[in-house]
């Protein structure tokens, strides 16, 4: 199957809808429709990521429709989640941390709070992050640009 039959058939749907590439579109799909050499042209470069596709349906569970009414007792979130409780919560206590540092105490065990850092807390260089006061001359910036323009 030749590019040349498809690229044709886009030149004439472009020329159709005036210069309209949604309407050109939506006239290349209909024709398509009714034309299996356009159609196979048009999704040859796409067949693999198709049945790709069509295999991973196939092979997953079958999923509670989405017009289907939820379980009592049971959130949307908890269907799709595959950690548990507490490997959710040990993944939520690691965010924001560097691999080397300390992981929190279990719950049952009293441990001193970590401080807190703030948004504004300049890391020195080489410690932690890559910008330190580059970073914060940068900020600075662009706050003062911010203000000076919603000044004007």
Sequence with gaps: MANSYVDGKVRDALVA????????????????AEDPQLLLGI???????IAAAAIE?????SAPSR????QPGRSRGSLDS????????DVLSRLGRDPGEDTPAP???AASPAPV???????????????????E?????LAKAFVAKKMR
Excluded: D, I, N, Y
């Design 107 to 109: 719950r049952g065990r």
């Design 57 to 61: 349906r196939g092979v997953r569970p």
């Design 17 to 32: 809808a005036k210069g309209s590439r949604a309407t050109a579109q939506k006239l290349l799909m209909a024709w398509a």
């Design 43 to 49: 999704s040859q470069p796409f067949l693999k990521a």
């Design 67 to 70: 017009s289907a009414p939820a």
């Design 117 to 135: 850092k703030s948004a504004t807390m300049v890391v020195p260089a080489g410690k932690g992050g890559q910008g330190g006061v580059t970073h």
């Design 82 to 89: 595959s950690l548990s409780k507490e490997a959710l919560a």
């Design 137 to 141: 001359k940068a900020m600075m910036t």
